[in-house]
C-alpha cells in the first residue's frame, strides 16, 4: 500500500471511527442515568457498595465490576497479558502505567510509540485467532466499534471488558475504572486529575467571552453536529457548533455555511498533501465571502486526540480553545 493509500485509509478508519462513536452518543440520549457523565456502569456498581473509591494501589482483590454491556466481571489480581481493540483503549492503558501488561494491540494504535512494536490483532476487524493466541486475561474493547468481536471472544471465554463512554466526564471515569482494574489507582487518579484540571482552565477562560461560531469538517464533504465528542468539546472550548441543528455526522450544505457565517473552520491536519478537506473547501462556489475564508481564519488541529474517547481528549479540548480564543488560553 503506498502511502498516499494508507493516509487515505486511515482517514476513512478515523470518520468511521468517529461516526460509530456519534452514532452511540446520539442513541446514548435514551439511555438510562447510569449510562450518562460520571455515572457510566462500572461506577454505578462501585457506588452501590457504599464504599469510597480506594485511593492508594490495593484494588482489594477479589474485584467485581461492570462494563457497559451490563456484563460483570470478577478479577482475583490484576490482569498481567491485556490486548487492545481499538487505539483509544491502548492509549488509556498505557497512560495509567500499564503498558507492559499490554501483549497486543490493533493497526490503528499509534501511540505511544511503543504500542508500534507490540504484535498487531487486526484492523477495523479483530482477529479472533490472534488474541486467542496470545491467551489475554483482560481484553478491552469498544462496544461500538467491536461488536462482534465481543461476542466471539467472550464465546471463548475470553474476559473482555467493553466500554461505550458519551461525553468528556465518562471517559475520565473509564480511565479511572481501569486503574481499579489493574491496580494503579494512583496513577489512573493522576490522569484523571489533569483531564479536569484542563477542563476547568478552558471553562474558566471562556465563561465570560463571546461565544465564536465555528464549523467543523472533519473528512471531505462531512460536518458533525450535536450528540458528538467534537461538538461536546467545540462547546467547552467557548464556541458555537454551526451544524449543532442536526444530530451526528452528515454532509456537507455549502449553503447552509455560507448562511451561518462561521468566524472560524476547523479541520485535521492530515498527512496527505494537499489535506484533500483543505482543496475541497477552497473549491466550493461562494465560500469566498464567509468571515472564515476572507480572515484566514481556517485552522489545522491534531486529528486523533479528538476522536479517541482516551486521555488526550484534553489535549484535543486545550487545542481547540486555543484556536478559537487564542488571546484567552494559552
Known amino acids: 500500500m503506498n502511502g498516499k493509500n494508507r493516509n487515505m485509509m486511515k482517514l476513512l478508519f478515523g470518520l468511521l471511527l468517529t461516526m460509530m462513536l456519534v452514532f452511540t452518543a446520539a442513541c446514548g440520549a435514551s439511555k438510562d442515568t447510569e449510562n450518562q457523565a460520571g455515572n457510566t456502569p462500572a461506577s454505578t456498581e462501585q457506588a452501590a457498595t457504599n464504599e469510597p473509591a480506594p485511593t492508594d494501589n490495593s484494588s482489594g482483590y477479589p474485584l467485581t465490576i461492570k462494563d457497559d454491556t451490563g456484563t460483570e466481571m470478577t478479577f482475583e489480581q490484576a490482569p498481567t497479558k491485556v490486548v487492545t481493540l481499538v487505539p483509544s483503549e491502548t492509549e488509556a492503558i498505557y497512560a495509567i502505567g500499564s503498558g507492559e ?3 497486543g494491540v490493533d493497526e490503528y494504535s499509534n501511540y505511544p510509540e511503543e504500542a508500534a512494536s507490540k504484535p498487531k490483532v487486526g484492523d477495523m476487524t479483530t482477529n479472533i485467532e490472534a488474541v486467542a493466541a496470545l491467551d489475554p486475561d483482560l481484553v478491552l474493547a469498544s462496544t461500538s466499534m467491536n461488536t462482534e468481536a465481543i461476542t466471539k471472544l467472550r464465546e471463548l471465554n475470553i474476559p473482555v471488558y467493553a466500554t461505550d463512554p458519551l461525553t468528556y466526564d465518562a471517559v475520565i471515569a473509564k480511565i479511572e475504572n481501569l486503574g481499579h482494574i489493574m491496580n494503579k489507582h494512583k496513577e489512573a487518579a493522576a490522569v484523571a486529575e489533569h483531564m479536569r484540571a484542563v477542563k476547568q482552565q478552558v471553562t474558566d477562560a471562556v465563561k465570560d467571552a463571546e461565544k465564536k461560531k ?5 473528512s471531505p464533504g462531512w460536518t ?12 467547552l472550548a467557548g464556541g458555537i457548533n454551526i451544524a449543532a441543528a442536526s444530530p451526528g455526522w452528515y454532509e456537507v450544505s455549502a449553503e447552509e455555511v455560507v448562511k451561518e457565517n462561521p468566524a472560524f473552520i ?20 461562494g465560500w469566498n465571502v464567509i468571515d472564515a475564508v476572507k480572515n484566514k481564519q ?9 476522536v479517541r474517547v482516551g486521555p488526550r481528549l484534553a489535549d484535543g479540548l486545550l487545542e481547540l480553545a486555543k ?8
Not at 465555528?214 to 472533519?218: G, H, M, N, P, T
Open 101 to 103: 501488561q499490554v501483549v
Open 214 to 218: 465555528v464549523y467543523l469538517e472533519f
Open 298 to 306: 481556517m485552522h489545522a488541529v491534531t486529528e486523533d486526540p479528538l
Open 323 to 330: 484556536v478559537i480564543h487564542p488571546d484567552l488560553v494559552k
Open 224 to 235: 458533525v453536529g450535536s450528540g458528538t465528542f467534537l461538538d461536546e468539546l467545540l462547546t
Open 266 to 285: 476547523i479541520y485535521p491536519a492530515l498527512k496527505e498533501d494537499p489535506n484533500p478537506i483543505v482543496v475541497g473547501i477552497e473549491g466550493r462556489p
